[in-house]
């Protein structure tokens, strides 16, 4: 008996890629972007949904949590979003034709005395409180940084456990060498340091992120205040997907401030600058707080600002 021709043999399912194959086409991704980025940092520019050099950030730095670690927990929430807002409005006075991102910069893993269970002297925050700092960011539309202090860790230890979190396009990420104890030393009895290899590991590591969930640059906060808390700085490299900011870290007089951001910022760019203004160190007796219009006239321009 002959089969009508209207009549055909079962087709198969096409089968799900494997794992191995979904690898693949991830890697290649991820390899295609990384060119997409190379040819536009030949030519210097930026990515859509950038947020430098067009914008300044200012942020609010500090522990959620303790009173003691900075104005981010040093008030009421309200209170303390008060106080963020007028500090915008100054600087928006200072530099009108450049707009003012908020942003919350909170301490997600700090360094600590106590080793702890595995003699790495550093805790998290619980999930709770970032993911409640998150939510405020949100609310307010303000940026959030999560800042890193590794402490005889490493940040290929510990970033991935806030990838989560810094797959939302606007929470950015703060590496800080003062507290990378390289040394092996307990964190706080000197000062620890980053080489350019720790700061490009931590720009792969967000670059990736961008990449793989289509997310608008990164930034890449570092903080410094000594030469040597950043090691072979020249090496450091750039990519649009990560805008990385050099951000002067130090307390003291206008005058103290103005030299250490021409020795460590100027003198040894990488990409973008920051400034950091203590509300009360900056203010010990014989000193004073630097006002926005003379920070805004530093040269180069800092577009990071971060106030604790």
Request: hydrophobic share 35%; glycine share 6%.
């Amino acid at each position: 008996m002959l089969l009508s021709s209207s009549c055909s043999a079962p087709q198969e399912k096409p089968q799900p890629p494997s794992a191995a194959e979904l690898a693949l086409l991830r890697r290649h991704q991820l390899h295609q972007d990384s060119l997409q980025a190379d040819s536009i940092a030949k030519v210097h520019g930026e990515l859509p949904g950038a947020i430098l050099p067009d914008s300044r950030i200012v942020a609010y730095y500090g522990n959620p949590l303790h009173k003691r670690m900075g104005i981010l927990g040093e008030y009421p929430q309200d209170e303390m979003l008060r106080r963020l807002s007028e500090q915008i409005e100054e600087w928006e006075a200072a530099d009108p034709k450049r707009p003012v991102r908020p942003a919350l910069h909170l301490t997600a893993i700090i360094a600590q005395r106590d080793s702890g269970a595995d003699g790495m002297y550093r805790a998290s925050l619980p999930d709770s409180t970032i993911r409640r700092m998150i939510t405020l960011g949100r609310q307010q539309h303000a940026l959030v940084f999560l800042d890193v202090q590794v402490g005889l860790s490493t940040l290929p230890e510990e970033l991935p456990r806030l990838a989560p979190y810094l797959r939302l396009p606007f929470v950015h990420l703060g590496i800080d060498p003062e507290f990378s104890m390289k040394s092996g030393r307990r964190p706080g009895t000197e000062v620890g340091e980053f080489d350019a290899q720790d700061v490009n590991y931590a720009r792969r590591f967000l670059a990736d992120l961008v990449s793989e969930y289509q997310l608008p640059p990164k930034v890449l906060v570092v903080h410094r205040f000594r030469q040597d808390m950043v090691t072979n700085y020249q090496d450091i490299k750039t990519d649009p997907r990560v805008q990385i900011v050099m951000d002067m870290d130090g307390w003291g007089t206008p005058k103290i401030k103005r030299g250490s951001y021409r020795k460590f910022i100027k003198q040894q760019p990488v990409e973008f600058a920051g400034f950091k203004l203590f509300y009360k160190n900056d203010r010990r007796p014989g000193s004073r707080l630097m006002t926005p219009a003379e920070v805004a006239a530093l040269d180069p321009k800092p577009l990071y600002i971060q106030y604790q």
